[in-house]
């Protein structure tokens, strides 16, 4: 039984970086793709609702609004609840998520972008 659960976890684990690294790896994807147009930009809405009590979690909406912004779209982060302190200089230094840079790193790109940031 404990083996099959560590199985279950394992796999559930890997399954979400996968599905979220194709999201952005796809983004990306439109932006750098020579040779082809890409899509007529959209707009997107991010919402994040965690901070630094989930890391992983917390740097989702920031990953995705970078990779979506390089593929050419209009992007807006919003942050509610515990996502809010993730805006504290010290808070942002310390978060690191699982399977990805930390996360001063995707809030920089962010900033670079000027992707606008609602708290």
Known sequence: MEDSMRSRRSFLQKAGH??????????????????????AGQKFLL????GSENPTRANFPFAWAAAL??????????????ATVLMRTAVS??????????????????VELKIPIFV
């Open 18 to 39: 996968v599905c979220a690294g194709a999201v952005a790896g796809t983004a990306a994807a439109w932006a750098q793709a020579p040779g082809t147009e890409a899509p």
């Open 47 to 50: 919402i994040g609702l965690s």
């Open 69 to 82: 912004k390089q593929a050419g779209n209009d992007v807006r982060i919003e942050l509610a609840g515990d």
């Open 93 to 110: 230094n310390s978060v690191t998520p699982v399977g990805w840079p930390p996360f001063r790193e995707a809030l920089a790109k962010v």
